[in-house]
């Protein structure tokens, strides 16, 4: 075939193959646009806002709840400057005396369109009570659409606020798609609320619904119900919240208390601040406020303050020198009252020292040289890895976004962050729990699960979701029983026996206690809020940070305890009491088996068996 022919053929076939494409694109591929185009002309959807899920405590107490109202809605396409516009606006007004007339002018300006048939929601939440008496005049105005709205309240207010969060108006990114944004418009924006925000706020039902050329509706074609009322239980007692809140009373600093399998009970910051001014809109002059405070009411201190844990880390401390170097804890160390290392002096918080000293008994006395010394021989390489091992430097798991990581330091850190090299006076400084070494309260608390049990837990709120129950399992860790006795006698000694760091504390309680206190040190203060201080302030802000945490009962943990107050100073005398309140009321409330149910003082003193 000659090239000509050839070149013919291939132009009549591709000529023939256009030609198919444009019949196949004209009459099959855009009908199906057409069709579409012409059943949004004829159909349209009707989003229904789902109920959002309450969130209650284990006794079934209102945490998080809806408050019954109604959304106020005007026609779209209205004239702005047109006297059937300005006739709805005095309706509205003349219904509400406190309306903002030029906000909502304002509102219903940037959503008004020539395309839009949507009715614009021009007033979010109008209380039950306040509409009643209105509701016949504005209803009879075709221009006014009333429609059942809820508002979140938190009836517990700021004894909860950084357990449960509070919600505020959404966005994309909150709610994973544009049609839930503009059909729910509210997503939780802290704790439970944010973290449990896709099972709380539901699924939006719908409407399809046949309309004319001018909007109107003739027949409903479809309805799709909304899932909703997903409820939130959790672990947590309201009522111990409050209780342990308001113990505090004008201290700041942190609470938890939490089961061994790390069911949490309580969670509490101080101060707090009350999540219902974020349900409108907070105001600016709100929000300045809790900006400024430098007792940081916004901060959750038990999820992400970070604190020099001081000697409560001394029982991990111990058992994480004995990983790096087996059978150090085997000798005694003689503790003169200080410890020379290079040309820096380290002195003990007793200043004529404890004399010959073992493990239980450096944890009774809380003897700073016994670690100083002990860290020196296992390194701080050594060290960290087990500190690491019981949970501290990573997030606990707990069902709270945002939380904090501490940090266990060692030279690789230092020379990342510092570009310096690691000395020995900072081993001996992390190993009493200060320097670079930082703990959030929940960490604390989960560790000294792990010293009572054997255990390290998931700290968790949630008790069941939607009907779902929540389960966690605790991971074991298996460690040394012959030193994990000692330091568990060390612990009992600390809160029931003469010479304890806190035996003048726990008398009494109904229950036998066993803990550790602790002081941390504040090593510096931001300059910004230096420049906000008043100079009598100056000194109680340099003032330690004052630890407890104990576990009870000694013979067969039932219940974690943790407390900071900061600035305190000393962790038996400031956070003692609280966590003795505690145990008080939890005893008085049965949280505790009838058997364990006595004095601490009537506990032999000598008691070394394995729990």
């Known amino acids: 075939m000659k090239l000509r022919n050839i070149i013919v053929l291939v132009l009549f076939v591709s000529l023939w193959v256009i030609l198919f494409i444009r019949l196949y694109h004209v009459s099959i591929k855009s009908n199906f646009y057409y069709e579409k185009l012409a059943k949004q002309n004829t159909e349209k959807t009707y989003f229904i806002k789902p109920v959002r899920g309450e969130i209650v405590d284990r006794n079934g107490k209102l945490l998080a709840m809806n408050k019954l109202g109604f959304s106020i809605s005007l026609a779209p396409r209205l004239k702005i400057d047109s006297s059937e516009f300005n006739t709805t606006i005095n309706n509205l007004k003349n219904s509400f005396n406190d309306l903002n007339q030029t906000l909502i002018k304002k509102v219903y300006k940037k959503e008004s369109s020539y395309y839009n048939h949507n009715y614009i929601k021009v007033i979010d939440f109008v209380r039950y009570e306040d509409i009643l008496a209105v509701y016949p005049r504005l209803s009879m105005d075709d221009n006014i659409r009333i429609e059942i709205n809820a508002k979140r309240f938190y009836p517990y207010g700021a004894y909860a606020s950084h357990v449960v969060g509070y919600v505020g108006k959404s966005n994309f990114k909150e709610n994973n798609a544009s049609y839930i944004t503009n059909a729910i418009g509210v997503a939780g924006k802290s704790s439970l609320e944010k973290y449990y925000n896709t099972a709380l706020q539901g699924i939006p039902g719908s409407i399809v619904s046949k309309v004319t050329a001018t909007n109107q509706e003739i027949e409903i074609v479809k309805r799709v119900p909304p899932i909703e009322n997903r409820t939130l239980v959790l672990h947590l007692d309201a009522e111990l919240q409050k209780m342990i809140y308001e113990t505090f009373g004008e201290k700041a600093g942190a609470a938890v208390v939490m089961r061994p399998n790390g069911e949490i009970l309580a969670a509490v910051s101080t101060p707090s601040y009350d999540p219902n001014m974020f349900t409108s809109g907070i105001t600016s002059e709100n929000w300045q406020s809790l900006q400024e405070d430098l007792d940081h009411p916004f901060t959750n201190k038990f999820l992400n303050g970070k604190y020099p844990p001081g000697s409560t880390i001394k029982m991990g401390m111990a058992l994480s020198m004995n990983m790096a170097k087996p059978g150090i804890l085997d000798t005694a160390e003689n503790c003169p009252g200080s410890l020379k290392v290079g040309s820096h002096i380290f002195r003990d918080w007793a200043k004529n ?172 203060i931001a300059k910004g809020e230096r420049a906000r201080m008043k100079e009598e302030q100056m000194e109680y802000y340099h003032r330690s940070h004052a630890w407890i945490t104990t576990y009870a009962p000694y013979e067969n943990p039932e219940i974690i305890v943790t407390v900071l107050v900061e600035h305190g100073g000393h962790g038996g005398t400031a956070s003692g009491p609280i966590a003795a309140d505690i145990y008080r009321w939890l005893v008085a409330h049965g949280y505790f088996t009838k058997k364990n149910n006595v004095s601490s003082n009537i506990i032999d003193t000598n008691v070394t068996k394995n729990h």
């Open 353 to 524: 020292g404890h004399g010959v000293t073992d493990l239980r008994k450096s944890i009774k006395e809380s003897v700073d040289v016994y670690y100083y010394k002990k860290s020196l021989a296992a390194g701080i390489i050594g060290i960290s890895k087990g500190l690491k091992v019981f949970g501290f430097g990573e997030p606990t798991g707990v069902d709270l976004s945002g939380e904090s990581s501490g940090l266990v330091p060692n030279p690789e850190w230092k020379q990342k962050r510092f570009k310096e090299a690691w000395y020995p006076g900072e081993t001996v400084n992390t190993s009493i729990g200060q320097g670079y070494l930082l703990a959030t309260p929940l960490q604390l608390a989960r560790y000294t699960a792990l010293i009572a049990t054997s255990k390290l837990p998931t700290p968790t709120f949630a008790s069941n979701i939607a009907g779902k129950k929540v389960i966690q399992y605790p991971k074991f860790i298996n460690l040394p029983s012959k030193y994990l006795n000692q330091i568990r006698n060390g612990m009992y000694d600390v809160c029931n026996v003469s010479g304890g760091t806190a035996s003048s504390v726990f008398n009494g309680v109904g229950v036998s206690v066993a803990g550790k206190t602790g002081t941390s040190q504040v090593v510096g």
